[in-house]
């Protein structure tokens, strides 16, 4: 087993799982291969299965996966720093050292955003106009979100991208200028940031009110962590179909993480461009990506409909952990999961000082 | 959220009858108040008694500790409270002012740790009007229960009152009046509650806090020694699933014993897992089981982590020190000697509260670095004169 041999094997499937199709068959064994490859071969992670289980060589699926704040302490890869061609940072919205995700190569980066974004965001049009709420990957190259945009104006963009949030600072007026345009030109758009940027587009436009034309779409992600203000999943869905006109089906949440390389999408976006049916507004994994709701304590999968912590095991993390234990607190609904926040900022029922006061003190 | 508590106005009305409570109580020899609240507290002890069935069957709800757990706070805190180790402690009060009632307000505590709080105020003729904590007025409340049943005169003395934080009204109603103020709680508790306290009030601030423990390298001449250290160790740490003011989260070893750190880190995993079964830890919610599996990760990473179910042990060499997230999780680390051990926990600052210590004969530099130095092993169970804050527990209305 060798790393080219990965590459090329998780190539092959995210080609092969492109329409949406799955096999999930193929997917774990595959990732049976490289979690068993990834033990071996990087260093932080075989400490993490050492540490945390008697991995049972058999079954590697059940090897624990790496909890996020491991890449804020550790170099989680299995090539030489010198190899990195890019290396993705947490936006240090909360305390402490930012994480960091080392990537040798971006090729399956690549392939599955696209892939999983032509299905989810763009699966009825080849290309339209986007404008992206998020600074532009020349002026953030550390961040996995500016890239992936960037990426997306190359696959997805109709003309250049417009980024109007430059050197941290929204431009409203270019915002309601191309807002304008869109509508008097009846030419649909996409809409794609951070939901701290929409927040503050909101808090901006007052009583302005768009009612952009039928096609146009809008993509949020991320949270409100150190930020100033946070507003509800279902608020904001209110928000936004209100300001900008575009339905609530075709306002979808992407879920991405600097850790991961491959991104989750709610279906909404597709049912509705496809005329399906609308299901549960739940996010959807590609193919090559497994998502398990764990038993937080014991970390083992949860019954389907409990409560847990998500873990991702994204096959496109080759060189570095594909198995990740995020701290966000989800269930299985459908083909789907629902996430529910994050399960942090714990205080020990008690007197003992909570973790972030004691060092902050 | 509970609210089980009168309305504002009633509240000002409780002050006053709780004054003239007082002077009742001071009516009382102290040896009789002494005899009383040692009775309160050996009733609330008696397993087969109706008061410490209930107060148990509270307690398992109220705490998420399991039933040993519980039992040892217990024993362990009720159990000092002797009439003879009463009266002893009475005798050591600076009596020059002494306060006639006082407030307490008891917010997020570990459940023992109104004990001294409710019962202490009694014994010195003081009266307690407290506020407990809305998740949890267990004890509080059976505290209560226990010294109106056992003298009516002690009981008007004490009233208990549960509400949220939140609700302002109350709190202004409850602060209204009292010369002497005790806050046990957080920071952004005793802050807030600082915040509003009257001119002329004088504020007793309970900060939340952790513990350490530093093991000598005289200590660990052999490895029968450190395994009992390591024994004693395990006990300071489950207790309370390791979530009090006192409670270790972090033990640093001295280079040089024949016992390395990284061996008293297996042996302290070793023993921890020992307590599993007859001292089994409590249920974790969302959020700190959350927490565990992110220091246990970065645990993993940094150093060497022994894992079981309930329990972890890390060694993390010379690496910086991590607050644990508590429920059993532990960190052991390397020193050189004690000012390595001071800069170890100076990120702590003022917060560490406790350092539980085996060996070294010359501890009184250690004196500095936490108000209450101890054996490991005895490090969640003060004696009744332990000055847990740097001052005497009678201190303010002895």
């Not at chain 1, 949030?165 to 200028?177: G, I, K, P, V, Y």
């Not at chain 1, 150190?226 to 006109?245: H, I, K, N, T, W």
């Not at chain 1, 575009?246 to 991961?260: H, K, N, S």
């Not at chain 2, 007793?204 to 005289?218: C, E, I, R, W, Y």
Request: proline content about 5%; aromatic content about 4%; hydrophobic content about 45%.
């Amino acid at each position: 087993m060798t790393r080219d041999g990965l590459m090329m094997r998780v190539s092959a499937l995210i080609g092969r799982l492109a329409d949406g199709s799955r096999d999930d068959a193929a997917r774990d064994a595959l990732l049976q291969d490289l979690l068993r490859w990834q033990c071996s071969n990087v260093d932080v992670y075989g400490r993490v299965v050492r540490g945390l289980c008697a991995p049972d060589e058999a079954d590697a699926l059940r090897f624990p996966a790496v909890p996020t704040d491991v890449f804020r302490v550790a170099r989680v890869a299995a090539h030489a720093a010198a190899l990195d061609v890019r290396t993705f940072h947490t936006s240090g919205t909360g305390k402490g050292a930012r994480g960091s995700h080392h990537l040798r190569d971006l090729s399956l980066y690549d392939q599955g955003a696209q892939a999983a974004a032509k299905r989810m965001l763009f699966p009825d049009v080849a290309r339209m106009p986007l404008v992206i709420l998020a600074p532009s990957a020349n002026e953030v190259p550390d961040s996995s979100l500016s890239y992936m945009l960037d990426r997306f104006a190359t696959w997805f963009g109709a003309g250049e991208a417009l980024h109007v949030l430059r050197d941290s600072q929204l431009d409203t007026a270019l915002l309601e200028r191309t807002l304008r345009t869109a509508v008097n030109t009846r030419q649909p758009i996409a809409l794609l940031g951070t939901s701290f940027a929409f927040v503050h587009a909101e808090d901006s436009f007052g009583s302005l009110r768009f009612m952009l034309p039928s096609g146009s779409r809008i993509m949020q992600t991320g949270g409100f962590k150190g930020r100033s203000r946070s507003v509800e999943p279902g608020e904001m869905l209110q928000m936004l179909s209100a300001r900008y006109g575009v339905q609530e089906a075709f306002i979808v949440q992407e879920y991405g993480m600097t850790e991961l390389c491959s991104q989750l999408y709610e279906t909404t976006l597709r049912d509705a461009a496809l005329g399906h049916a609308l299901g549960p507004r739940r996010l959807w994994a590609p193919g090559w990506v497994r998502v398990s709701v764990v038993n937080p304590d014991s970390l083992m999968p949860v019954p389907d409909g409990e409560t847990g912590l998500l873990r991702i095991d994204d096959l496109c993390n080759v060189d570095t952990a594909c198995a990740i234990q995020t701290s966000d607190r989800g269930l299985r609904v459908d083909d789907g999961v629902l996430v529910q926040g994050r399960a942090t900022g714990a205080t020990p029922r008690g007197c003992s000082l909570a973790t972030d006061a004691a060092l902050g003190g | 959220m509970t609210t089980l508590a009168p309305d504002a106005e009633e509240i000002v009305k409780l002050h006053a009858r709780l004054r003239l409570a007082a002077s009742t109580l001071r009516a009382l020899p102290v040896a009789e108040r002494a005899a009383l609240v040692a009775v309160a507290a050996e009733r609330l002890l008696d397993v087969t008694a109706a008061p410490g069935r209930a107060l148990r069957y509270d307690l398992l709800s109220s705490t998420g500790l399991t039933p040993p757990v519980i039992e040892h706070g217990l024993r362990t805190t009720l159990g000092l409270f002797s009439r003879d180790a009463l009266l002893a402690l009475h005798a050591e009060r600076d009596a020059a002012h002494p306060t006639q009632s006082m407030v307490v307000v008891l917010s997020g505590n570990l459940f023992s740790a109104a004990a001294r709080p409710l019962l202490l105020p009694i014994l010195c003729g003081c009266s307690v009007l407290a506020k407990a904590s809305s998740s949890d007025d267990a004890l509080p409340r059976h505290v209560q229960r226990a010294l109106t049943n056992i003298d009516a005169r002690l009981g008007a003395a004490c009233e208990i009152l549960t509400f949220a934080h939140t609700d302002g009204e109350r709190t202004g109603a409850l602060l209204q009046g009292p010369k002497l103020v005790s806050v046990y709680g957080s920071d952004d508790a005793v802050s807030a509650i600082s915040a509003r306290v009257q001119s002329g009030t004088r504020l007793l601030a309970h900060g939340h806090g952790l513990g350490a423990m530093f093991v000598a390298s005289d200590a660990l001449a052999d490895a029968p020694s450190a395994r009992e250290i390591a024994h004693r160790a395990a006990l300071d740490v489950a207790a309370y699933d390791q979530r009090g003011c006192l409670s270790p989260h972090a033990v640093i070893v001295q280079q040089g014993g024949a016992v390395d750190a990284r061996a008293f880190a297996r042996l302290l995993g070793d023993a921890l897992q020992a307590l599993a079964q007859p001292f089994a830890r409590g249920a974790l919610s969302p959020e700190a089981a959350a927490a565990q599996m992110q220091w246990r990760g970065v645990a993993a990473a940094v150093g060497e982590l022994q894992c079981a179910s309930d329990s972890a042990v890390s060694y993390e060499a010379h690496a910086p020190l991590r607050v644990s997230p508590g429920y059993r999780n532990i960190s052991v680390l390397d020193c050189a000697d004690v000012s390595g051990l001071r800069a170890r926990l100076l990120p702590l600052g003022r917060h560490v509260k406790a350092l539980g210590v085996a060996g070294l004969r010359a501890r009184d530099e250690l004196s500095a670095l936490a108000p209450y130095v101890c054996e490991i092993g005895t490090m969640q169970t003060p004696p009744l004169d332990a000055a847990l804050d740097g001052v005497h527990p009678l201190a303010g209305y002895g």
